[in-house]
Nanobody, 120 residues
Framework: QVQLAESGGGLVQTGGSLTLSCVAS????????MDWYRQAPGKERELVAE???????NYADSVKGRFTIFRDNAKKTGYLQMRSLKPEDTAVYYC??????????????WGQGIQVTVSS
């Protein structure tokens, strides 16, 4: 069974940086997609960044130029590097991935979420 676990969140001042990690455990043959979402109190969950199997990336307008998504396939880990953080980036961040299980089978799931708080 595949599981995702985020780490690296915490409290940071405005203008600071954090890098979130999402480690995938279990047996699989690679990421098809990996995304980072966030959900602030009272708001809907929104897509922050995504990276495809081929390495193409896409970002929400609100984080373009400040956040970078990347992954290390050998470590089965995805990352979200966040720079120039703003109070409005405060949210619970979730990683989401679809992985290749082989034999034309895939697994899709979410991590448990991790809090990022940016103080003003």
């Amino acid at each position: 069974q595949v599981q995702l676990a985020e780490s690296g969140g915490g409290l940071v001042q405005t203008g600071g940086s954090l890098t979130l990690s999402c480690v995938a455990s279990g047996r699989f043959f690679g990421f098809n997609t990996m995304d980072w979402y966030r959900q602030a109190p009272g708001k809907e969950r929104e897509l922050v960044a995504e990276i495809t199997r081929g390495g193409a990336t896409n970002y929400a307008d609100s984080v373009k130029g400040r956040f970078t998504i990347f992954r290390d396939n050998a470590k089965k880990t995805g990352y979200l590097q966040m720079r120039s953080l703003k109070p409005e980036d405060t949210a619970v961040y979730y990683c989401n991935a679809e992985v290749d299980l082989g034999e034309e089978s895939t697994w899709y799931g979410w991590g448990q979420g991790i809090q990022v708080t940016v103080s003003s």
